[in-house]
């Protein structure tokens, strides 16, 4: 055990002693060892990602979920996107329920048995029928992308039963012949699996548009199962597993049916821009999120996948895709937040209040065209927020104990945690699937932080998680609410994304919650800080010490730029970096900085005041301002009492390395630099001159 066991149970303890079973999901991100092609940089599929999810669901399934079955669904499908992104998902029954499926070999790993032989599959299909109790009407679909494969294609639809008389009864199953003309017998020509590819426009009047799909290939045998409900999908697939004698179990497609939840624990994989992100299943606590994390991270390793991506230097850096964490309820009648939206209203404002919680753990775009603004970032004014999280607290006052305001809050929040654009998807704390009845999955009850980066140990995504949670557990105290939000004004992005005053924000937090009696020990969350923001140059002679760390930057966004095949994308420019110097009070007192050949003056009005430095790195394209010039190579001078110490930028700007050369770059006659926007700035922007 260790430390963050006893934290977790102490927070837990307190949710349970007020009623409450927070629940904890996550969408973590993986790469490959060596990411390859646009699917492991911008793209959100490609050749080589659905084979490394179903290796890792194997893993998983032989490890972790042995009684689980593996489905191919359709998923979100993107504008300027010709099919829907795939998604693997992952079933079994909830904790302590019968598991839906019984496979002959545990996992239904897939790789024991024969397969299908392409003269079998309507003999099988007979057999699936009489199983079922229904006869099957089967008719052949060719394959324009693959004259050899074979597909047959059977409606097959089900009542279920009486479920209020008897639960366990067995579904009414129901099959229809398609008497469809031979020039129509031809799958369309979109790639995936056949089901999804029937020319269902040619279904007989009053047939519903559910069909059971056999395709047979050199590479095994596919089953695309109808849309059902869950009770009788169970019996489908139970019936499938009853019918193999011997066979390899098939690969499976369909899609989730709508009455799940509650009854099936989902663990889903899907295509994202650059990764494969892992959706975890609904996590009754902190302890069972760290596991999943550790199971995933043991399963990605045997094949060739991790929650990181080398940088430039060789060093790990985030995968791009980030590690959303969510929080929801057991059930939506038992859902925390429902009930109590002055709490939601006090965990947003404490997040409004502390910088750190949007920006030690995200990537490095952030800032209000990023993927996760601030609230405070994307809305017109500060106001309309006071206003908004004031009638949740005030609905919670005026209202009997235990009302159900799901409605209120997601109208309330969903059109002001959003970015500029309106996107409620795109914000730090996101409420799209809380309760919107206009989306789908719009109305799960879930509150999405989406500021976190994927990190490269387990240990300290385990650690924020647990902050996260330790958080929720204090604010349940009403007097540990903050009363108001704050106006940040320009020091949020000025003062407050610099690396220095991030760590004291979070002191500040982990401060709080040590005074009610939940210590967090600061190691991860420091180690968490020095990976986040990489030393340029650590210098020290003596008693004198110069640190240049990378600091954070908000990069804008452009307008809409055209790319190959008619739609358009978000761009933003990244050209500008920025980095913050701490010198200690003896460099303060003996030391000089040049930069550019011009004078650098360090505050003197206090020893720990911060400073930092803007700068061009690159000219991109597109990009803001492309008459001025980029900043490369920043020659850096350090004068002392009796020498010169040169240094300039290497070219991705990620080190201050030792040069001879800089010294001439220096001019004695040169004003030093005045680059500050406002008076109150402590960033000098090298762009202003």
């Known amino acids: 055990m260790t430390w963050m066991e006893p934290v977790a149970r102490a927070a837990e303890r307190r949710l ?129 992308l693959d004259p050899h494969r074979r597909a047959w294609a059977s409606p097959l639809d089900a009542v279920d039963g009486e479920p209020d008389v008897d639960p366990e009864a067995p579904p009414v199953w129901e099959a229809a012949a398609w008497p469809l003309a031979p020039e129509l017998r031809l799958l369309g020509p979109a790639a995936g699996p056949a089901g999804l590819r029937l020319p269902l426009q040619h ?41 193999l004698a011997g066979l390899r179990p098939p690969g499976l497609s369909g899609m989730l049916p709508a009455d799940a939840d509650g009854h099936w624990q ?8 650059g990764v494969l992100e892992v959706n975890l299943p609904v996590c009754r606590g902190w302890e069972e999120y760290r596991n999943w994390l550790e199971h995933l991270e043991r399963c990605g390793e045997r094949v060739g996948l991790r929650s990181w991506k080398p940088g430039p230097d060789g060093q790990p850096g985030g995968t791009g895709g980030g590690n959303h964490l969510l929080w929801g309820g057991p059930s939506l009648a038992e859902h925390p937040f429902f009930p109590r ?11 409004q209040l502390h910088p750190s919680l949007a920006y030690l753990f995200s990537s490095d775009g952030v800032g209000p ?55 409620n998807h795109r914000s730090e704390i996101s409420f799209d699937k809380f309760w919107n009845p206009g989306t789908p999955a719009g109305c799960l009850g879930l509150v999405e932080f989406r500021a976190l980066e994927s990190l490269p140990k387990v240990e300290w995504s385990a650690a924020v998680a647990l902050l996260w949670s330790a958080l929720a557990a ?10 108001s939000l704050r106006d940040w004004g320009p020091d949020l992005h000025d003062r407050m994304l610099l690396p220095s005053q991030l760590w004291a924000d979070l002191e500040t937090i982990l401060a709080d919650l040590a005074a009610d009696g939940l210590v967090l020990d600061p190691a991860p969350y420091r180690q968490i800080w020095a990976w986040r923001f990489p030393l340029l140059l650590a210098w020290q002679q003596g008693e004198a010490r110069l640190d240049l760390r990378t600091a954070l930057e908000p ?32 460099f303060r007192r003996d030391w000089r900085l040049h930069l550019g050949g011009r004078p650098l003056p360090l505050p003197t009005d206090a020893d720990d005041a911060p400073l930092a430095v803007r700068y061009r790195l690159q000219r991109l394209h597109p990009c803001l301002h492309p008459a001025i010039d980029p900043q490369p190579a920043l020659p850096l001078v350090l004068e002392g009492p009796d020498e010169l110490l040169g240094f300039h930028l290497s070219d991705d700007g990620r080190a201050f390395l030792p040069d001879a050369e800089a010294l001439t770059a220096l001019d004695p006659g040169t004003p030093p630099w005045q680059g500050r926007r406002r008076p109150a700035d402590v960033t000098l922007d090298l762009r202003l001159g």
């Not at 519903?208 to 009770?231: H, M, S």
């Open 341 to 351: 939206p002055a709490w939601l209203a006090g965990i947003l404002r404490y997040w």
């Open 369 to 423: 065209a990023s993927q996760a603004p601030r609230p405070d970032e994307a809305a017109g004014e500060l106001f309309d927020l006071e206003l908004a999280y004031g009638a949740l607290e005030r609905a919670e006052a005026r209202d009997e104990a235990g009302s159900d305001h799901r409605w209120l809050i997601g109208e309330t929040l969903r059109h002001l945690h959003a970015d500029r654009s309106g996107n």
């Open 266 to 273: 989902v663990l889903g994989m899907t295509a994202d821009p």
């Open 474 to 483: 204090y604010l349940l105290n009403p007097a540990h609410r903050p009363p």
């Open 555 to 586: 990069w804008p966004l452009i307008c809409d730029f055209p790319r190959e095949g008619g739609f358009t994308s978000r761009f933003v420019d990244g050209s500008l970096r920025r980095f913050e110097i701490s010198a200690n009070p003896a």
């Open 203 to 243: 279904l007989p009047e009053g047939v519903p548009a559910r069909v059971l799909t056999l395709e047979l290939g050199p590479d095994g045998w596919e089953l695309f199962l109808p849309p059902l409900l869950r009770r009788p999908l169970e019996v489908l697939l139970q019936a499938v597993a009853d019918t």
């Open 16 to 144: 349970a002693a007020a009623g409450i079973r927070l629940t904890l999901g996550g969408e973590p991100t993986y790469v490959p060892f060596e990411p390859e092609g646009l699917e492991w940089s911008i793209t959100a599929d490609g050749p080589t990602k659905l084979g490394f999810a179903r290796a890792l669901a194997r893993e998983l399934q032989r490890e972790i979920w042995p009684d689980s079955t593996l489905l191919y669904c359709p998923g979100k499908r993107y504008e300027g996107e010709v099919n829907p992104r795939w998604a693997l998902r992952l079933i079994r029954g909830e904790q302590g329920a019968a598991i839906p499926v019984r496979w002959p070999a545990p996992g239904q790993h897939g790789d024991e048995g024969e397969a299908l032989a392409p003269d079998q599959g309507v003999a099988w299909l007979e057999r699936l029928g009489a199983r079922l109790g229904v006869t099957l009407h089967p008719v052949e679909l060719r394959d324009p």
